[in-house]
């Protein structure tokens, strides 16, 4: 049975979207694809109220890829309208949704305007306490070098907890479940490293499409599963412990 709305526990804090489907969602319907991008921005607003009203610590959404920029000049146009659209509403609500928006990825990119107004909305929404990720002209293996190469820099040491300190992320947990709408079962370079023990759900759901009902399926399913981390089960029996001391799963 999907519930209707969640209490969410310490098991799950944070959620990561991988939003896929916009384009299809318009050719399906004869559109051009910044169509499917415009629908696909309202559902995004739609989500992260709805994550907010179940007290979701952290949301993190893939916006725009590094590999994003190979598509059509005037699609990729649309996107950063978008993108610019929305810093300029969210620059009225943080506060009401209790939002620290973080970009993660190269915002260098951006011209001077719109990265300066980025700037600016993660300064002043930095107290709060529901935590919006936006990776926008990200990509996971450019996050690891450049982790790698911060530390370097710096003089220290790589290990695990040194690059963790040092990627886009720091300021918050590793995801304990990723979604990807739109039918592919892949998680194209999004968040390599933090996905390392993340649960993954898949669905046929195209991103304007996705809804409350849509996630509550996807946390059920994660509710439904047993996260080991290399371990076993407390109730497990000493027989099967020791048939699956050597299991990974």
Not at 29 to 41: D, N, Q, T, V
Request: net charge positive; aromatic share 10%.
């Amino acid at each position: 049975m999907i519930e209707d709305k969640f209490e969410l526990d310490e098991k799950l804090k944070h959620i990561a979207i991988i939003m896929d489907g916009n384009g299809r969602w318009a050719n399906k319907r004869g559109l051009p694809r910044e169509f499917g991008h415009s629908r696909g921005a309202e559902t995004f607003k739609k989500i992260i109220e709805y994550c907010k009203d179940i007290k979701l610590n952290v949301l993190t959404v893939y916006a725009f890829s590094t590999e994003n920029w190979k598509r059509p000049k005037k699609e990729v146009d649309s996107i950063m309208k978008l993108l610019s659209q929305y810093v300029k509403e969210c620059e009225k609500s943080i506060n009401k949704y209790d939002l620290c928006v973080r970009f993660i990825g190269d915002i260098s990119v951006f011209e001077e305007t719109l990265r300066t107004r980025i700037e600016k909305l993660q300064r002043v929404s930095a107290n709060n306490k529901f935590i919006l990720n936006i990776a926008f002209n990200y990509g996971g293996r450019n996050e690891i070098v450049y982790a790698a190469n911060k530390l370097l820099s710096e003089g220290k040491e790589i290990s695990e907890e040194s690059l963790s300190q040092a990627l886009y992320t720091s300021h918050c947990p590793d995801p304990d479940l990723i979604i990807r709408t739109g039918g592919d079962c892949r998680i194209s370079n999004f968040l390599l490293w933090q996905a390392a023990y993340s649960e993954l759900y898949f669905t046929d759901v195209l991103w304007p499409d996705f809804d409350k009902n849509e996630l509550n399926k996807a946390i059920n399913s994660f509710y439904s599963r047993k996260r080991r981390y290399g371990g076993l089960d407390k109730d497990s029996s000493s027989s099967d412990k020791q048939a699956r001391k050597d299991t990974l799963c």
